[in-house]
């Protein structure tokens, strides 16, 4: 859909008409604290939702402006799960809660990381999570008990983790941001790669499944795109 979301310092979530930039189509007002990640629903058009520094999710209808529900459980980051959206993967500290979206209920927590958690990603299937803090990467299925399972874990040997992102076409591979560089990690092999691609941090990673790019946003005030 032609439609952008934007989160803030200023404690806003914003949602703008693409082919219209300068407009607002909405402005949500309600976080108390500095917004820290948004998503939208994969296939609830009206659905997005955002949470806060303080750990506050917030659910808001796009169609009539209003905040429909607020519950609690995510700071660093969260992700609808692809397709189905059945859940939502909020991290906190150095745990991952998953949400059911219908419930507010945790179903599953995920707990292993030592280190506060800055990135969650699901894979195109939504049936894997992978969860980065800086010294480590572990990808999680959810089973039929509340613990999930990790199923690889990648120790950082070099540059600190920061971001994730599963590769749009491979989809044993996950693409890592870090200081400076790209961690490129076969899970099933075991086997790591590494890019120079930036001069900072690379802060946040983004896919195309259309065209197979890979984007990665870093504090070096660049965009790049990756084939």
Known sequence: ?????????????????VDNPGYSLRTFTGH??????????????????????????????I???????VSKGGTAQMRFQPR??????AAAENVV??????TQT???????HTKSIHSVCWDPSGELLASVS?????????????????????????NKFHSCVFHPT????????????LELWNMTENKTMTLSAHEGLIAALAVSTVNGLVASASHDKFVKLWK
């Open 170 to 181: 491979y989809s044993s591979l996950l693409v890592i941001g870090c200081y400076q560089s």
């Open 32 to 61: 108390s604290a500095t917004v820290m990640s948004l998503d939208f629903h994969p296939n609830k058009d009206d659905l997005i939702c955002s949470c806060d520094f303080d750990g506050e999710i917030r659910y808001w209808s």
């Open 106 to 112: 945790c179903r599953y927590s995920l707990k292993g």
């Open 134 to 158: 800086e010294d480590s990467v572990r990808v999680w299925t959810l089973g039929t008990g509340s613990e999930g399972e990790c199923v690889h874990e990648l120790s950082c040997n070099g």
């Open 1 to 17: 859909m032609p439609r952008l979301a934007t989160s803030s310092y200023d404690k806003t979530v914003r949602v703008w008409d």
């Open 97 to 102: 809660s998953i949400l059911d979206v219908e």
């Open 63 to 69: 169609n009539n402006g209003s905040c429909a529900r």
């Open 84 to 89: 189905l959206g059945r859940y939502l993967a």
